[in-house]
């Protein structure tokens, strides 16, 4: 049997790969030695630098002190130097624009000289200030084509990193975006400006709460979960949908799917773990602390996990694990798909963002230690993200929204599109005994597992539950609800306006209850009346339950809360007046910063489906309509064969039937998706509505016409590779 050729070469190839796998040497360095190669980080700078030049440079990046242009030259020279002893060539201001990628242009470090020759450059402006041009990212009207300046911004904290290739490498400096006109054109800026205002507010908490001994600054922790799939090289290019789109937009279910769940922490694939060692070795040299790698629930699907860091360098590092991943996996013969969902039917993949505050004097504000019920730090911060997520579930709801996601959220699969929060029974009895003013009760601290030589674990406080997008997983949240393929920076960047707007109510609400004069007994009272206050107001966001559940659907309909299924009405949910005030407010984004992203984020939503709507219609028209055509005549000319071989073929004809059926509806099915296509729109909000409402229905109606001839056409004439060899051949 000769298969359609790009899937039987496919298959021929993975046979292939095992036996010429590229190998590296794994032994040549530990693990310790490795960690950090490739990063200009505080050891480099305190050996490189001279002591005054170190300690000011330690004093901007911890304290936010300003940078003078002589240090800058220090740095830089210091930083050429080890980028030179490294085979750099060039450098580049890395930043993160709009797109929701990263974006960098490469410059040289050499300098002609009047005799002909070169000398190596690079100066502290060149470090602090990079002028890339605005006009061809999108500002979401900031910036018109013919007013095109843009700055770059060094942004000290983020280490300078090299970046390897066979050929050469490049030294690249994280840095700040923005217009001529000083409004942020990045994920970057408001990130660090939400930490302000988040450290800020937890500050004045702090103190007031008599806490604040020593703290000079509120960090957000964040430690993100990639989920991702890997599938044969092969398979991804004789599929237009994965090149075009990073998902799969036609596919019959395969026989097998995850129902064994034999997949989840199953063994790695030889060839899978080759790719995921590489990529952590390389993680490691760029001081990535990844520490976690495993299977996940669908067949294919894979996750690496770091150790949580400060939020901006969290979110660079995001970046940097998302682009290390796709490029490895290249090498070793494979695609790697940060889709929210490659395959339809098959379990979607997220990027579940830990999420939690902490102080520079390195104590973590969600640690409920031994008594909760008695931690009132721990008490009052938990309520002000309580508070928050109630609040503003529509905005945290919006941070989250794009095409990929909505076929997760509210989609056949968990977490639904309802915002709440998971606790725990502990910790939800804990702040019901303060509202009520009973004692809680007190629970075992360890489990015992009936075994004598197993040891006794320390129990959490409360179980775990997979079902709820916003889970207090011991010591943090656990948003679990963002996308694979997003940036983390706009979902925490909302997470800490949120949170620290909440902490300033609270802060208003302690200084006053509190005054001049603080006791124990009255800050102890204040804490009370607060926790009592956000239970009772916001206590509907909390649930412990199933949030797969249908009668999740209708509690939470009952308690008032939000259930938004669709990234349209998520973007334009949460473009309010309250939402531009509350960025305002905090100094996160202005009223122009606010409303170019809410723009941008509509806009890619459109252009990003109206792609997937013409790759449907331009693989069904001459990728899928063909094959069916050509079986069509195979079983014609069957029919007419046996017939004049004097037999009946009644079954052969019911088959053709069901074919021209088929074929018929599959073009319908094209014309109305074209139809909807052409139609014009006058605003983003009335184009993406259309998109919501007439061309995802007319997409998916396409699709099924389409799934059902992958399950009649003959297996030998079917042109797309499979679910099942994209899933289970590796
Ligand atoms: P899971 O079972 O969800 O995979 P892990 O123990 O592997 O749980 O932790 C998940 C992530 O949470 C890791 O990236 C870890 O670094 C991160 N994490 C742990 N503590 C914090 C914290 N205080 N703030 C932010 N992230 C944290
Ligand atoms: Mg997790």
Known sequence: MSLGTARHDAMLSVIRWRSESPAINYLEKSAEQLFGENVFNEEKLRKRLPKDVFRRLQRTIKVGEPLSPEIADVVASAMKEWALERGATHYTHWFHPLTGLTAEKHDSFISPTSDGKAITEFSGSALIQGEPDASSF?????????????????????????????????????????SWTGEALDKKTPLLRSEDALSLQALRVLNLLGDGAGASRVFTTVGAEQEYFLIDS????????????????????????????????????????ACMLEVERDLYRLGVPVKTRHNEVAPGQYEIAPIFERANLAADHQMITMSTLDRVARKYGMHCLLHEKPFAGVNGSGKHTNWSMSTDTGSNLLEPGDTPHDNMVFLVFLCAVIAAVDEHALLIRSSIASPGNDHRLGANEAPPAILSIFLGDQLTEA??????????????GTLKLGVTTLPSLPRHFGDRNRTSPFAFTGNKFEFRAVGASASIAWPVTVLNTVVADSLARIADELNEAIGKEPTPAKVRDAVARVVKRIYTEHGRVIFNGDNYAKSWQDEAARRGLPNIRN???????????????????HGVLNRREYESRYHIRLERYNTTLMIEAATLVSMARTVILPAALRYQHEVAEAIAATEAAGRQCEHETQLLD??????????EGISNLEKCLAHEHKSVESHGAAIRDEVVPTMATLRASCDRLEMIVADDLWPLPTYREMLFIK
């Open 567 to 585: 990234s349209v009405d998520a973007i334009v949910g949460a473009n309010t007046k309250d939402d531009l005030a509350l960025f305002d407010r």
């Open 658 to 667: 069901e074919i021209v059926a088929l074929v018929s509806e599959l073009r």
């Open 138 to 178: 999108p500002s979401g009207g900031i910036r018109a084509t013919f007013e095109a300046r843009g700055y770059t911004a060094w942004d000290c904290t983020s280490p300078a990193f090299i970046r390897e290739n066979p050929n050469g490498t490049v030294l690249c400096i994280p840095t700040a975006f923005a």
């Open 431 to 444: 702040l019901e005994s303060i509202v009520s003013g009973k004692s809680a009760s007190k629970r075992s």
């Open 234 to 273: 092969h398979f991804y290019f004789a599929r237009p949908d994965l090149v075009t789109c990073g998902r799969t937009l036609v596919g019959a279910r395969p026989p097998k799917g995850q129902q064994l769940e034999d997949h989840y922490f199953g063994a790695i694939p030889q060839r899978v773990l």
